[in-house]
């Protein structure tokens, strides 16, 4: 058995399976179908992504942020909770745009054009949860981003949300628009979203944020916080989708992301 600890950051002391973890951290490396879990409920499930973030991000230069799922209402519903779930974003694969990456590094990529939240000093020696106007006063400012999700294969449709979460709900990384926007200059209503597969619209919405990205920032802080994961000044808070999660199909190379007063984000595939 091997421990997640408090001390180091990554949520309460709780026995996991080495087995299980030696074959998730395999799994990852060689894009090999990936363990599923079984988790008894989301705080044994999280116990377990800490485990697993742990030796993953020793791998990965550590954390430098948090994404969201299922933080909308038709996900809500279908996996009949209430409140959505979260996991690490590791520091190497926290791309700028403009990058290239190799496809041989995903097994089977997805991607999400979401708003990333970037969190200013406030944060820094937080020990209790915010409201929303404390959440509001931690954002520095958004990007528009692209988040890659790497499932290995699994069928995601059937996979419960606990076994997700244990697996670090299958993030592969990050891609960083340039261009941001403050809190008070972000016209959410009116944020159009358009993503391209090498130059073709293959998805647009307009006004489709999953829910207030102030109010994803706040429930991340406040469950990190009560999980006891570190949290600190220029980690980045993926907020979830504004379009369906769309595979990219072996030959396509280039994807970018379009985000009214944010620009373009884009990535290119290389062989």
Known sequence: MVRATEQAGWGRAMEIDRGWLSAALDARETHAPYPLAEPTDLDQAYAMQGAYAAAVAAR??????????????RLLAHFGVSEPVWARIFRDETHLSGLRLPRAGFGDLFVEPELAAILGPGVEGLTGPVDRDGALALIERYHGAIELVDANGAAMHSVALAQAVTLNVFNAGIVLGEEGQTPATLDLPTLSVALRIDGEVVGEATGAAPQDPVEAVRFVV?????????????????????????????????????????????????D
Request: aromatic share 4%; glycine share 14%.
């Open 222 to 270: 406040n469950d990190a916080l009560r999980r006891g994961a570190a949290l600190s000044s220029g980690m980045v808070i993926m907020c979830g989708t504004h379009l369906p999660m769309r595979r990219i199909a072996m030959g396509e190379t280039e994807v970018a992301v379009d985000m009214s007063g944010l620009g373009r984000t884009v990535f290119t595939l290389t």
């Open 60 to 73: 990965k230069g550590g954390v430098s942020g948090y994404k969201l799922a299922a933080n909308n209402p």
